[in-house]
């Protein structure tokens, strides 16, 4: 059980397009969703915060403007990642969580972008 | 400020016992989790610690010292698949998790 799907898991495109990243919990509904991204070698960076029905709460830093998060069921969140550029390139992680934040998360394969 | 301490990089032999130590200093603690991540995937959860004490799981066991800020995770007789990211995260007072960044372990034959 609590199985997270992620698509698509590798991205290679032009510098100036943007690219959409979905995040589905297939037995599970997931009030909670949460966006990473991490860098090699490095911790995981949390982007942003999303809960079912209502707007993302971002990290400090984290451009909403640039990383559009839409949550509108319990088992879809999607990240956009509008005008991406090679800086942008990086590891993009979702997870998801069923209830309570003593529960575990449960992560996506990630979704590996790269910019050209 | 929140912190989580973490070695960068461990090495252990195939069939033999490894502890990897977290500590933390965060604002509050609502428990702990551990989580494994293979190079170039993403994390798989692996226990949670709210109480003092050790939890056993199979081969993995983790414990826990909330007065010292301290856990770690144990894992016996290890086999070559186990190299990986052994993350250590913690639930703060805000039930924010604050992740640390490893460490690698790698398993030699």
């Known amino acids: 059980g609590a199985v997270v799907s992620q698509h698509p898991s590798w991205v290679i495109c032009k510098s100036g397009t943007s690219v959409k990243i979905e995040c589905r919990s297939l037995d599970f509904q997931a009030t909670t969703m949460f966006w990473y991204r991490q860098f090699p070698k490095q911790s995981l960076m949390l982007m942003a915060t999303s809960n079912e029905g209502s707007k993302a709460t971002y990290e400090q830093g984290v451009e909403k403007d640039k990383f559009l998060i839409n949550h509108a069921s319990l088992t879809l969140s999607t990240l956009t990642v509008t005008s991406a550029h090679p800086e942008d390139s990086s590891f993009y992680i979702c997870?998801?969580?069923?209830?309570?934040?003593?529960?575990?998360?449960?992560f996506g394969d990630g979704t590996r972008l790269s910019i050209l | 400020g929140q912190n989580i301490d973490q070695p960068t990089e461990m090495t252990a032999t195939e069939g033999a016992i490894v502890q990897i130590n977290c500590t933390y200093q965060t604002s509050g603690f609502n428990g702990l989790f551990w989580y494994q991540q293979h190079a170039g995937e993403a994390p798989t959860f692996l226990s949670y610690?709210?109480l003092d004490g050790l939890e056993e799981k199979g081969r993995f066991s983790s414990f826990l010292s909330r007065s010292k800020g301290y856990s770690y995770l144990l894992l016996k007789e290890l086999q070559m698949k186990d190299s990986a990211s052994y993350l250590c995260?913690?639930?703060?007072?805000?039930?924010?998790?604050?992740w640390g960044a490893g460490p690698k372990l790698i398993i030699k034959p």
């Open positions: 610690n709210v």
């Open positions: 995260a913690v639930l703060d007072s805000n039930y924010q998790l604050i």
């Open positions: 997870s998801a969580r069923d209830g309570r934040a003593s529960q575990p998360q449960h």
